[in-house]
């Protein structure tokens, strides 16, 4: 098993975090969405949010690989209309590349 650590930012406004969130209670999110994120071979997703700033907690399967989850959900139209509606409430990192959305974060310590 593998275990990654993203971050992505919210768009600092109270009403679209909130929203944001809404989305992420159980039962609200698409289980087109659910299905996808278990076939690509991620067996946990987490997120967590500070402020604006969103980390994601994923333990995935040894063959995971970020590719084949980018060809998964580039197939799949529910998916690119989850991402798109996503984005109206996301912003990326400062020092994210044009069109990168969730960053992958190294891990610097571990006890």
Known sequence: ?????????????PKLIEAYEHWHKAGNGWPEIRENITRCGILDMQIYRSGNRLTMIMETLDDFTFEEQAKLMSANPKVQDWEKMMSGYQQPLPWAKPGEKWLVMDQIFQL
């Open 1 to 13: 098993m593998k275990r990654y650590c993203l971050a992505l930012d919210l768009i600092d406004d």
